[in-house]
T-cell receptor, first 114, second 117 residues
Framework: SQKIEQNSEALNIQEGKTATLTCNYT??????LQWYRQDPGRGPVFLLL?????KEKRKERLKVTFDTTLKQSLFHITASQPADSATYLC?????????????FGAGTQVVVTP | DAGVIQSPRHEVTEMGQEVTLRCKPI?????LFWYRQTMMRGLELLIY????????DSGMPEDRFSAKMPNASFSTLKIQPSEPRDSAVYFC???????????????FGDGTRLSIL
């Protein structure tokens, strides 16, 4: 069966360090992968998208890698700040799925302490 | 710019009652999505529309759930009759379509927290 796995345990990290989150998937052939941020009581907010033929994408302090051989995406927050504390979700669309059908991982909570 | 607007933000009702959730997508977006989020199952796609037409409703849990999009600026998700297991946060999202790339980000509202007693 299809599965998306993200670290279930919260990631506690000190301000200024790099946070690294993983998103592993099985039995998918994703056309692309997206990362979202979700704050308590709010809806997810889009951060980055990476396509199956891209290895790496950057946006300010964020970096995403995509390894279709390992079936894994890594999400990095460099020089982390307390304001980066949130839950981060990865989402995939299978090439065989209808265009709008994103499937989300359960998310990883990040806590950045001063 | 106004984002996706959902109402109500909170709804508490008794089992068996009809519940209607409302969504106003971002103007100009031609895709609209309804999701449900719970601790146990995470964020699940229920149904989505393109140009007001339902495209994929395979995530709708059962016949008690229905969704409509009468025009480009309004959609409803209805549960009738409601049950305690329907308690969750329901999100609406919208996006621009891109047939060539199919990779537009989705913009979410802040959800409706539904509690069925």
């Amino acid at each position: 069966s299809q599965k998306i796995e993200q670290n279930s345990e919260a990631l506690n990290i000190q301000e200024g360090k790099t946070a690294t989150l993983t998103c592993n998937y099985t039995n998918y052939s994703p056309a692309y992968l997206q990362w979202y941020r979700q704050d308590p009581g709010r809806g997810p907010v889009f951060l980055l998208l990476i396509r199956e033929n891209e290895k790496e994408k950057r946006k300010e302090r964020l970096k995403v890698t995509f390894d279709t051989t390992l079936k894994q995406s890594l999400f990095h927050i460099t020089a982390s700040q307390p304001a980066d504390s949130a839950t981060y979700l990865c989402a995939l669309r299978m090439t065989t799925d209808s265009w709008g059908k994103l499937q989300f991982g359960a998310g990883t909570q990040v806590v950045v302490t001063p | 710019d106004a984002g996706v607007i959902q109402s109500p933000r909170h709804e508490v009702t008794e089992m068996g009652q009809e519940v209607t959730l409302r969504c106003k997508p971002i103007s100009g977006h031609d895709y609209l999505f309804w999701y449900r989020q719970t601790m146990m199952r995470g964020l699940e796609l229920l149904i989505y529309f393109n140009n007001n037409v339902p495209i994929d409703d395979s995530g709708m849990p059962e016949d008690r759930f229905s969704a409509k999009m009468p025009n480009a600026s309004f959609s409803t998700l209805k549960i009738q009759p409601s049950e305690p297991r329907d308690s969750a946060v329901y999100f609406c999202a919208s996006s621009l379509g891109s047939r060539a790339e199919g990779n537009q980000p989705q913009h979410f509202g802040d959800g409706t927290r539904l509690s069925i007693l």
